[in-house]
């Protein structure tokens, strides 16, 4: 008997990294899932890995930047399996990079409409639906970057910060709705958003990740889909409104660092277009 039986969710950023993991473990515990993401080549293939596990999957292209899209996501897990349970606003991507004073406007605000603006129309559209289910989950992706700011990530750290006050203001509104709203805070975790696929880009993470937090090795997305597991299921019935940590001890220290292959500055897009490229998700 899977946490998940008989639940259905969407998980947006799908294709690759932590929300693929996630997606085949909501699946491999019995949910119905809702893959979103501007990548379709690797959103049909994480349906196809769900679908191998014995899992139940559909895939949806979506922009998270656009309402129309991310209302159609929460309406195909509707039509497809009858009902929402869970919602997880897992897109996103590094973003703006490169010290605050030359940040462009047009860089700022892209990165705030990835991964915060996308979470508020997440979390809109999925709650009537939550309701008539009768209760459910609302689980984002923020960052430890959202707990103590990082250097030359600034507006990716201001966006995340924003998560964390969001999760406990709507946490507040839909208690009583049996709602509980939550985010997860990883730290330096070893995803296609990091190496980007580069030649023995993959292997060079991990080596600089391990010597970020107490515990030596980097993060892997299997790390943030245990916790989206818990949070999704009912063991976590008591618990909303919370930043859950993930980050093998980084918040305790190491407050300024940077990761190697980061630009001096511009814009940090999706993991499976090239770095120039300004439009998508992780």
């Known amino acids: 008997m899977g946490k998940l ?46 679908a191998a596990a014995g899992g139940k999957a559909v895939f949806q292209r979506t922009d998270v930047t656009s309402e129309a899209d991310i209302k159609a996501a929460v309406d195909r897990a509707v039509r ?22 030359k940040v462009t406007s047009q860089d700022w605000d892209r990165t705030f409409a990835i991964l915060l603006r996308a979470v508020f129309l997440g979390m809109k559209y999925s709650i009537p639906e939550l309701r008539k289910a009768g209760g459910g989950s609302i689980i984002t992706t923020s960052s430890v970057a959202g707990l103590r700011g990082s250097g030359y990530l600034a ?25 509980r709203v939550n985010c997860i ?3 330096g975790v070893n995803t296609p958003l990091i190496h980007r696929g580069r030649p ?20 892997r997305p299997d790390d943030i889909a245990n916790m989206a597991l818990f949070l999704a299921s009912d063991d976590a019935e008591w618990i909303t409104g919370t ?9 305790t220290g190491n407050a300024r660092f940077r990761l190697a292959g980061l630009p001096d500055a511009g814009f940090s897009g999706p993991s499976f277009e090239h770095s120039g490229d300004r439009s ?3």
């Open 200 to 219: 023995g880009a993959e292997e060079g993470a991990e080596k600089n990740m391990a010597r970020m937090q107490p515990i030596p090795r980097a993060g």
């Open 80 to 101: 497809e399996y009858g009902k929402l349970d869970i919602m997880f606003n897992n897109a996103g991507v590094a973003g703006a990079i490169g010290p605050i004073e």
């Open 5 to 50: 039986d008989g639940k259905v969710a969407v998980i947006t950023g799908a294709a690759s990294g932590m929300g693929r993991a996630t997606a085949l473990r909501f699946t491999k515990e019995g949910a119905a899932v809702v893959l979103t993401d501007l990548n379709a080549t690797g959103g049909e293939d994480a349906v196809a890995e769900c």
């Open 155 to 179: 507006t990716y750290s201001a966006a995340k910060g924003a998560i964390i006050t969001l999760t406990q203001a709507v946490a507040i509104e839909l208690g009583h709705d049996k709602i």
């Open 185 to 187: 805070c990883p730290g």
């Open 280 to 282: 998508g998700e992780r």
């Open 243 to 251: 930043a859950m940590v993930v980050d093998g001890g980084m918040n």
